[in-house]
C-alpha cells in the first residue's frame, strides 16, 4: 500500500539557520508523483514543488531545495538561511500514477524563532 | 495553476444546521476535489466532485451528510449537513487539469460548530 511518513512533527530552528524536513514514501508503482505543499498558518495550501519518478535530479529554488533519492525512497526538503516567514505545516505527498488520490504524510511543523 | 476562491472564508454554526461552502475557478478544470483537515491533522479527500453526475465519495463519507453538487467545469459546492462539533474542521476544495497531476488548493473554508 502506499504511504508516506513524515518522522518529524515539529521542529523548532533561529532564523538563518538551514533546516531539512524528511520525507519517506512506499509504493509499488514504478511510475509516481511526490509533492511538497506549504500550510501557513492562514490555511491555504501552497504547492511548491512536483518531482516524477524518473527525474531523480535535485531541484533548487532560490532558498528551497529538495533530495529525491529512489535507493531509499526519500524526498527530502531543506530551507537554506530559514527565515519567519518559513514558519507553517509542510507536508509530502505522494501519487501513483494509476490513481489520482493524493496519499498525505501527517505534515512538520516549522517554527521559525527570531 | 488556477486561481481557486472559496466562500466563506470562514463560519461558526450551530449543531443540527447546515453550510453550504463554495469553490470557483478562473479557468476550466477537469478535476475538482474536497478535503477536510481535522485540527492539527492531515488531509482527508472528501469526495471527487464529478460535473454532470453525482460525486464519488471515499470510504466514511456519504452524500447525505456531506452532498456536493458541480453543475459546470469551474464550479462545486460542498454543504456539510446537520453539523456536530465533530465537523469543525477546514474545508479545502482543490482542482486538477487532466494531464497535469498536480493538484492546486483553494485558500479554504474554516468552520466552527457550537
Redesign the interface.
Known amino acids: 500500500a502506499q504511504k508516506v511518513t513524515q518522522a518529524q512533527t515539529e521542529i523548532s530552528v533561529v532564523e538563518k539557520e538551514d533546516v531539512t524536513l524528511d520525507c519517506v514514501y512506499e509504493t509499488r508503482d514504478t511510475t509516481y508523483y511526490l509533492f511538497w505543499y506549504k500550510q501557513p498558518p492562514s490555511g491555504e495550501l501552497v504547492f511548491l514543488i512536483r518531482r516524477n519518478s524518473f527525474d531523480e535530479q535535485n531541484e533548487i529554488s532560490g532558498r528551497y531545495s529538495w533530495n529525491f533519492q529512489k535507493s531509499t525512497s526519500s524526498f527530502n526538503f531543506t530551507i537554506t538561511a530559514s527565515q519567519v516567514v518559513d514558519s507553517a505545516v509542510y507536508f509530502c505527498a505522494l501519487i501513483e500514477d494509476s490513481n489520482y488520490q493524493l496519499i498525505w504524510g501527517a505534515g512538520t511543523k516549522l517554527i521559525i524563532k527570531p | ?1 488556477a486561481v481557486i476562491s472559496q466562500k466563506p472564508s470562514r463560519d461558526i454554526c450551530q449543531r443540527g444546521t447546515s453550510l453550504t461552502i463554495q469553490c470557483q475557478v478562473d479557468s476550466q478544470v477537469t ?1 475538482m476535489f474536497w478535503y477536510r483537515q481535522q485540527p492539527g ?3 482527508t ?1 472528501i469526495a ?1 466532485a464529478n460535473q454532470g453526475s453525482e460525486a464519488t465519495y471515499e470510504s466514511g463519507f456519504v452524500i447525505d451528510k456531506f452532498p456536493i453538487s458541480r453543475p459546470n467545469l469551474t464550479f462545486s459546492t460542498l454543504t456539510v449537513s446537520n453539523m456536530s462539533p465533530e465537523d469543525s474542521s ?1 474545508y ?1 476544495c ?1 482542482v ?1 487539469r487532466r494531464g497535469a ?8 473554508t ?1 468552520l466552527t460548530v457550537l
Open positions: 495553476s478535476m491533522q492531515s488531509l479527500l471527487t477546514i479545502l482543490s486538477e497531476d498536480t493538484q492546486y488548493f483553494g485558500p479554504g474554516r
